[in-house]
């Protein structure tokens, strides 16, 4: 590649880029890859920060939130633009644990390249290659830098091959790290394409021929690189050339690289270490000269909001304005700030704009789409936001105080609006049940929730009607970490979390009777009324049945329903551990009644009595959900996951065979056995694996479990 040095990215940040002048580039990689050091080493080396921050001591650029300082993680999605040799690149640093898959989606749609990091040290596990697997789902470019390549146990051989082994034989390396000897540190960089040495020393970088002693190796891996820029690039008649022996220009290499990377076929490899700036040149250069601009990246599917499909658009500047919400923040100051893609024409504060979303109506929106007014535009720096004038086509900014948009939401002109395809959200499967410690705190946590739910669209709220509890459907314990710091540090509301209680309910397996006895006389206007029951299970233990044989009229006709309503309510309670009871017929035979102290209340009391008394003689027992579980994991791992699966008293209904190495299990397992199932399949499957899950009946507890439920939790 070129060897020109940085310009800094401080120039003009009011002023709007051409498309062909920006790269929106997302780095991905496992947690502990170094990706945000990474992002200190480019800031730095671009003029844009005079020296990179320390992650230990929470001064770094990109985890500036409260909860990543302390937890000392990245969580969330950050922008940090840079400029080199005049064109604006666009960092979306990403969190590299799976809880936060929904923000490194958010990236993957903000940007048109990504760049992957691949530890030294530990090579590539498996939630690295989902994550790859992700990119090509979407057909993003991809380039791969090895980092920590300065750490003792950093093996740069064993890594890339083992980038060969995860991604296919179109990897292949840029650039060979040097040693002044076995055990010494890194100190240069051999371009294979150039055949030059780049050495660093005290922060400077000097060209120089490679030693004789790395000559031969220079030669085998730039003959593997050549013929795979143009393989990957299609040009026939260049490899005809090579092939002949002819020795090709690196300018033609050059340009060959660039068709290949932009296509989206081959990924070259880089090398970094962030804490010595070796490699930085290296990588700004790939991203400016590799990978494609916005203006060669195809656009999401876009329609109008009735669902015809739109044509013609492009990254256009003076083209119709299409601009998408890949992530909302808020400022304790500012308030909302949302992180836009402009992928059409151009964003502009004060302006009104059209704003349409999927599920807009399912979020409170009345109408499903509102006009709004465009407030101040900046460009995110870490916590700092720089004014700016506009932002074209293809460039990424933030908008503050945005009313009803939301992550996902397309913001389009008033006369033209339009609505883009929304990318995939993973579903949140760790339940997390959450009590307000205080009143104080009860009153406050509602719209402390709901502001949370606008920030994070993987955060699922519920208030279960059966269990009465309010329980955040979470992506992992890490995910649920911050959400309750969150809760207690940014809004002040204090809260515990609580067992869980699964959705159970309570039947019968035996025919049985009751009495129902209410007479209170106490002197005044007393109460009365006396019913017997008669109980059953009917089939499928699902269901309610109430039948009146009472003749004679000894419970009077217009208090019969009144023991139905107190049968129904205390079904409603629960008799055996306060769940709601199902699946029984109650007929109503008997009763007596009182021509002065009889009333309503009087028996729907004596029914509540009647069928607690035939509930303890009938057999009484628990039914539990079975839900039906998809599990997608490697082939390696079928058998860990089936065998975990049968111990959770789950049936494996069997297995099928997925594209790349993958199968699908599915089984039917009882709830209460997969509560915590998002963290332990990912133990199971070292990371790799995936599930879905779906209610499919209510089915009888085991008597034991049923007994420990019982002891456990009584009826109030």
């Given at each position: 590649?070129?060897?020109?040095?940085?310009?800094?990215?401080?120039a003009?940040?009011?002023r709007?880029?051409a498309?062909d002048?920006?790269?929106?580039v997302?780095?991905?990689g496992?947690s502990?890859?170094?990706?945000?050091?990474?992002?200190?080493?480019?800031?730095?080396a671009t003029?844009t920060?005079?020296?990179?921050g320390s992650?230990?001591?929470g001064t770094?650029?990109?985890?500036?939130?409260?909860?990543?300082?302390?937890?000392q993680?990245?969580?969330?999605?950050?922008?940090?633009?840079?400029?080199?040799n005049?064109i604006?690149?666009?960092?979306?640093d990403?969190?590299?644990?799976?809880d936060?898959?929904?923000?490194?989606?958010a990236?993957?749609r903000?940007?048109?390249?990504?760049l992957?990091a691949v530890?030294?040290?530990?090579?590539i596990?498996g939630?690295?290659?989902?994550l790859?697997?992700?990119c090509?789902a979407?057909?993003?470019?991809?380039a791969?830098?090895?980092?920590?390549i300065?750490?003792?146990?950093a093996d740069?051989?064993?890594?890339?091959?083992?980038c060969?082994?995860a991604?296919g034989?179109?990897?292949?390396?840029?650039?060979?790290p040097v040693k002044a000897?076995?055990?010494e540190?890194?100190t240069?960089?051999i371009?294979?394409l150039?055949?030059?040495?780049?050495s660093?020393?005290?922060?400077s970088r000097?060209?120089g021929?490679?030693?004789?002693?790395?000559?031969e190796?220079?030669e085998?891996?730039?003959g593997e690189?050549?013929?795979?820029?143009?393989q990957?690039?299609?040009?026939?008649?260049?490899m005809?050339?090579?092939?002949?022996?002819?020795?090709?220009?690196?300018?033609v290499?050059?340009?060959?690289l660039?068709?290949?990377?932009?296509?989206?076929?081959?990924?070259?490899?880089l090398?970094?270490?962030?804490?010595?700036k070796i490699?930085?040149?290296?990588l700004?250069?790939v991203?400016?000269?590799?990978f494609?601009?916005?203006?060669?990246?195809p656009?999401?599917?876009?329609?109008?909001?009735?669902?015809?499909q739109v044509?013609?658009l492009?990254p256009?500047?003076?083209?119709?304005l299409?601009?998408?919400?890949?992530k909302t923040?808020?400022?304790s100051?500012?308030?909302r700030?949302?992180?836009?893609?402009?992928?059409?024409?151009?964003?502009?504060p004060d302006?009104a704009?059209?704003?349409?979303?999927h599920g807009?109506?399912?979020?409170?929106?009345a109408?499903?789409d509102?006009?709004?007014?465009i407030g101040?535009?900046?460009s995110p720096?870490?916590?700092?936001?720089r004014q700016l004038?506009?932002?074209?086509?293809?460039d990424?900014?933030a908008?503050?105080k945005?009313?009803?948009?939301?992550?996902?939401?397309?913001?389009?002109d008033?006369?033209?609006?339009?609505?883009?395809?929304?990318?995939?959200?993973p579903?949140?499967?760790?339940p997390v049940?959450?009590?307000?410690?205080?009143?104080?705190d009860?009153?406050?946590?509602?719209q402390?929730?709901?502001?949370?739910?606008?920030?994070d669209p993987?955060l699922?709220l519920e208030?279960n009607?059966?269990?009465?509890?309010?329980?955040?459907w979470c992506?992992?314990?890490?995910?649920?970490?911050?959400?309750?710091?969150?809760?207690?540090?940014r809004?002040?509301?204090a809260v515990?979390?609580?067992?869980?209680?699964?959705?159970?309910?309570?039947t019968?397996a035996?025919?049985a009777?009751?009495l129902?006895?209410?007479?209170?006389?106490?002197?005044?206007?007393?109460?009365?009324?006396?019913c017997?029951i008669?109980i059953?299970?009917?089939e499928?233990?699902?269901?309610?049945?109430?039948?009146?044989?009472?003749?004679g009229?000894?419970?009077?006709?217009?208090?019969?329903?009144?023991v139905?309503?107190?049968?129904?309510?205390q079904m409603?309670?629960?008799?055996v551990?306060g769940?709601?009871?199902?699946g029984?017929?109650?007929?109503?035979?008997?009763?007596?009644?009182?021509?002065v102290d009889?009333?309503d209340?009087?028996?729907?009391?004596?029914?509540?009595?009647a069928?607690k008394?035939a509930?303890?003689?009938?057999?009484?027992?628990?039914?539990?959900?079975?839900?039906?579980?998809?599990?997608l994991v490697?082939?390696?791992?079928?058998?860990a996951?089936?065998?975990?699966?049968?111990?959770?008293?789950g049936?494996v209904?069997g297995?099928?065979?997925v594209?790349?190495?993958?199968?699908?299990?599915?089984a039917?397992?009882?709830e209460?056995?997969i509560?915590?199932?998002a963290?332990d399949?990912?133990?199971?499957?070292?990371?790799?694996?995936?599930?879905?899950?779906k209610y499919l009946?209510?089915?009888?507890?085991?008597s034991?479990?049923?007994?420990?439920v019982?002891?456990?939790?009584?009826p109030?």
């Open positions: 590649m070129a060897t020109t040095g940085s310009g800094s990215a401080g003009a940040p009011g709007a880029p498309a002048q920006v790269r929106n997302v780095l991905v496992h502990g890859t170094g990706k945000t050091s990474l992002v200190e080493a480019l800031l730095a003029g920060i005079q020296r990179p992650i230990e001591e770094t650029v990109s985890d500036f939130d409260e909860v990543e300082i302390r937890q993680r990245s969580v969330n999605l950050t922008l940090e633009p840079v400029i080199h005049g604006k690149v666009n960092l979306l990403t969190p590299g644990y799976a936060f898959t929904g923000d490194l989606r990236g993957l903000a940007a048109d390249s990504a992957f530890s030294a040290t530990d090579g596990d939630v690295t290659r989902m790859w697997d992700e090509a979407v057909g993003m470019p991809r791969v830098v090895i980092t920590k300065d750490h003792q146990r740069f051989d064993a890594t890339l091959a083992a060969r082994d991604f034989e179109s990897v292949a390396p840029l650039y060979l000897g076995e055990n540190p890194v240069g960089l371009g294979l150039s055949q030059k040495l780049f660093y020393s005290g922060g000097t060209e021929a490679p030693a004789e002693a790395d000559v190796r220079m085998e891996l730039r690189l050549i013929e795979g820029i143009i990957e690039s299609e040009d026939e008649t260049l005809d050339r090579y092939l002949s022996g002819e020795d090709i220009d690196p300018k290499l050059i340009e060959d660039e068709k290949a990377v932009a296509l989206g076929s081959f990924y070259p490899v090398v970094a270490s962030a804490p010595h490699g930085m040149t290296e700004l250069e991203m400016t000269q590799a494609p601009s916005p203006a060669e990246h656009l999401p599917t876009v329609t109008t909001p009735d669902g015809k044509g013609g492009s256009d500047p003076s083209g119709a299409l601009a998408e919400v890949v923040t808020s400022d100051f500012v308030g700030i949302s992180l836009v893609r402009v992928f059409s024409g151009t964003l502009r302006a704009v059209h704003v349409s979303g807009r109506a399912e979020r409170g929106h109408d499903h509102d006009d709004e007014r101040a535009l900046t720096l870490g916590k700092q936001q004038a506009q932002c074209a086509a293809g990424i900014c908008v503050a945005l009313g009803t948009a939301e992550t996902g939401d397309t913001l389009s008033k006369e033209k609006p339009l609505l883009m395809e929304p990318w995939s959200m579903e949140p499967l760790l049940a959450i009590v307000a410690k205080s009143k104080a009860e009153d406050k946590l509602s402390a929730l709901s502001r949370l739910v606008i920030e993987t699922r208030m009607p059966e269990t009465r509890q309010l329980v955040l992506m992992g314990e890490a995910h649920a970490d911050v959400l309750l710091d969150r809760l207690g540090n809004y002040g509301v515990e979390t609580t067992d869980l209680r699964v959705p159970l309910r309570e019968i035996a025919k009777s009751g129902g006895r209410n007479v209170k006389q106490t002197g005044g206007h007393g109460e009365y009324g006396i017997h008669e059953e299970p009917l499928d233990s699902a269901g309610f049945e109430f039948v009146d044989k009472i003749v009229g000894v419970v009077p006709r217009q208090f019969i329903p009144s139905e309503k107190g049968v129904r309510w409603e309670q629960g008799v551990a769940y709601p009871m199902t029984l017929r109650v007929t109503l035979f008997d009763g007596k009644a009182h021509s009889s009333s209340m009087a028996f729907q009391k004596a029914g509540r009595l069928l008394d509930v303890d003689k009938a057999s009484p027992a628990l039914l539990e959900p079975v839900d039906e579980v998809s599990v490697p082939d390696d791992y079928v058998g996951v089936m065998s975990d699966l049968s111990s959770r008293r049936r209904l297995t099928e065979p594209p790349v190495g993958r199968t699908l299990v599915k039917e397992v009882p209460l056995e509560t915590r199932y963290i399949l990912r133990s199971v499957s070292h990371g790799t694996g995936s599930f879905a899950r009946r209510h089915e009888p507890l085991p034991h479990l049923a007994a420990k019982a002891a456990d939790s009584k109030d």
